[in-house]
């Protein structure tokens, strides 16, 4: 079980965010004394951090920097500051990624997990996302979602999103998201295929992402 340390001084947010990590599998822990963040962090062990920016006596960004002192653990900043210098200053300084507040829980989630897959292991069947760039995909939801947006796909849109996503940004043959789209009840042809890549760019740019999969003539798809 993954433990994540929600380090957030406001009280309704941090329990929201601890009810539905629980829910989802998860082991958190709320920060209440926000004086020394470094010894619950040692003594907790957690998997992954919930950092928000704006805290009391010291910022997320000084216990960012204490604990990247001794532990390379994901960090996760949460704030309602939605400057770029802000998310520069956290990934210079050792986050791995930037939450803008408000967000929704299924946001929050979705980037717990694609974090812990990275950090832990790609092939954890028990994190149910796979993230490429602003993008991630729930798996058994068939949820694509980037940024606040999100878009619901069918079955084999969601399959050949998959592949894609799981070869980050290299070149996927046809035949390689053909496999991917057999199965037992149905016949899969090149016009098959076709038909559903057209309907999954679709999809993706009611999100705010055209262009996002590229045809690349004579070999296959792409992710740009």
């Known amino acids: 079980m993954y433990k994540i340390l929600i380090v957030e001084d406001d009280e309704t947010i941090s329990a929201i965010m601890e009810d539905n990590l629980s829910k989802w599998g998860y082991l958190p822990k709320r920060v209440t004394d926000f ?6 962090y040692t003594s907790f062990k957690a998997h992954l951090v919930l950092m928000d920016i704006n805290l009391p006596y010291y910022d997320g960004f000084y216990w960012c920097a204490k604990i990247r ?5 994901p960090i996760v900043f949460l704030s309602s500051r939605d400057s770029d210098a802000d998310k520069i200053r956290a990934m210079s300084q050792g986050g791995d ?17 694609a974090t812990l897959r990275r950090a832990y292991s790609y092939s954890d069947q028990s994190l149910n996302v796979i993230q490429y760039k602003d993008l991630i995909l729930h798996l058994e939801r068939h949820l ?11 079955r084999n849109e969601a399959k050949v999103l998959t592949v894609l996503v799981q070869h980050q940004g290299k070149v996927v043959s046809r035949s390689r998201l053909m496999k991917a789209l057999w199965d037992d009840e149905s016949f899969v042809d090149d016009n098959t295929l076709t038909v559903n890549v057209n309907r999954l760019r679709k999809k993706l740019e009611k999100i ?4 996002y999969i590229k045809t690349i003539i004579g070999e296959g798809y792409q992710l740009v």
Not at 144 to 154: A, N
Request: with cysteine; charged share 30%; hydrophobic share 40%.
């Open 208 to 211: 705010d992402l055209p262009n």
């Open 69 to 73: 002192e001794v532990s390379n653990v």
């Open 97 to 113: 990624d930037y939450i803008e507040k408000p967000f929704s829980m299924d946001l929050l989630i979705a980037k717990v997990q």
């Open 35 to 40: 004086t020394d963040v470094l010894s619950l």
């Open 144 to 154: 694509v979602l980037c940024g606040e947006k999100e878009v619901e796909l069918t």
